[in-house]
C-alpha cells in the first residue's frame, strides 16, 4: 500500500492514495490553514470507522441478511498533551434492513472489533474503543 501527500501552500495538502483517489487535507485558519479539507486526524478516525463498516456489511451480506442501510457513527476523544492521540473511540452501528436479529448484526459486530478491522484493532493499541449497535426494520417489501 502506498500514498502520495503532496503540499500545495500554508497548511494545506493533497493526498493520493496507490489506487489512485485523491482528496483534500487542510488546516483550520489559526493553524495557517484555509480550512478548505479535512484534519488528518479525522481522515484516520473515518477511515476507521469506514473499516468497520465495511466489515459489518460484508459479514452480513455473506450470510445473506438483507441489510438496506449501514450507518457508523464515531466520536473519539483525545489526549490534551502532545501527541494527542485518540485515547477514547465509540463506534455506533446503525443497521437497517429486513428481518435482521440482533444476534447477527451484535456478531458481525463483534467479528470486525476483535478479529477483521484492521483500523480500530491497530488504534486499540492507544485508545479505548468501544462499540454499539442498534437494528432498524427496513420499511417496504422485504423481497
Known sequence: M???IKWVENAMFV???????AVVIDGPPDGGGRNMGMRPMEMLLMGTGAC???D???ILRKGRHR?????CEVVAERADEVPSVFTKI???FIVTGHELKQSVVKRAVELSADK???ASIMLGK???????YEVVEAEGESA
Open 52 to 54: 468497520s463498516a465495511y
Open 67 to 71: 441489510v438496506t442501510d449501514c450507518v
Open 56 to 58: 459489518v456489511l460484508l
Open 116 to 118: 477483521y478491522c484492521s
Open 90 to 92: 465509540h463506534l455506533h
Open 2 to 4: 502506498k500514498a502520495r
Open 15 to 21: 493526498a493520493e492514495s496507490g489506487s489512485g483517489h
Open 126 to 132: 492507544t485508545a479505548e474503543i468501544t462499540h454499539d
